[in-house]
């Protein structure tokens, strides 16, 4: 057992993910079956640790009745809510009355990632640094803040995104800070850590180390990654212990069923009581609890919200439905339409060729 205490940030409205965040907090969307949140949880609890508390917010309740104590997973939860938006220093500082051990690693709740948790803590300890932040490389840097860093390791700058930036290391948004810096924090004010806490630290001289990592890493803040991060824990991509079934080109929970002509790739998940149609394929998609699609349909990267339902002859391509929403036979959604919750399309109300 690793003795550090972990703060999962799961505050945040999700307003990107709209109007799937309309009914849920973003950290508890359905994701590979379960609450995106039991991924991370299980990633913490994987790396020995056992103390976690949740800086929360928006529907705020919601977590509380789906984790408890956190016992039943093997783990012990606290929460603590913030009676303003506080960013995410000033959320970290929140909970800083709960911390019991000397070292904290604190996780974005919105982040899927594959990273060594224990060796982070150990480059941490063994760096001596007072605050550690995973560094992640990845293909296109100009799209991210970069934090350039020394040949051991330590942090030399913050930089802002440029067209020719000088490292591929951007900021992965998962931290350990010693409890001494999380008390320093200013409380009861908005205080980032990105444009405040870090560059202020790093000007007064304090030692911050860059854990470089290559490992998986996904921001599922968009509907587009949400249902890429959902595939990839579905088949094996991105790693969690907390897969409810077999894995593989889909899932399907127990009560899911489907036609003997169904085709079921990509990673999809089929949630509770969900019912597919014969000739219908589904592909890279989350399919959430009491859905029924019809006949000869075609369901590609999209979401479809609990109770959705949709015609047959209905092609639905990067497309989120939120709870309740329903579309006709012989409709054609394609890449970023958003149906939002209990609206309904008639049957082919929405086309975008002349014939499907």
Known sequence: MLDVDAVVLVGGRGTRLRPLTLSAPKPMLPTAGVPFLSHLLSRLKSAGIQH????????????EAYFGDGSEFGMEL????????????????????????????????????GTDIGALVDSHRNSRAEVTLQLQRVAEPGRFGCVPTDADGRVLQFLEKTPDPPTDQVNAGCYVFT????????????VSVERETF?????AGAHLHGFVDGSYWLDVGTPESYVRGSADVVRGIAPS???????????ALPSASCAATTELTGGTTLGQRVHVGAGTGVHGSVVLDDVSVGTGSEVTDSVLGAGARVGSGTVLRG???????SVGDGCELLHGARVWPD??????GIRFSSDL
């Open 241 to 251: 212990d907390a897969l409810p079934g077999p894995g593989g080109e889909y899932l």
């Open 78 to 113: 606290e929460y603590v809510f913030e009676q303003q938006p506080l960013d995410t220093a000033g959320a970290i500082r929140n909970v800083a009355d709960r911390l019991r051990a000397d070292n904290v690693v604190v996780c974005n709740g919105d982040i899927l990632s």
């Open 319 to 325: 497309v989120v439905l939120a709870d309740g929403a």
């Open 52 to 63: 976690v508390v949740l800086g929360t917010s928006y529907r705020a309740e919601v977590f």
């Open 199 to 203: 560059p202020e630290l790093l000007a």
């Open 343 to 348: 609206v309904c399309v008639p049957d082919g």
């Open 179 to 190: 409890r001494e810096r999380v008390a320093e924090i200013p409380a009861d004010r908005p």
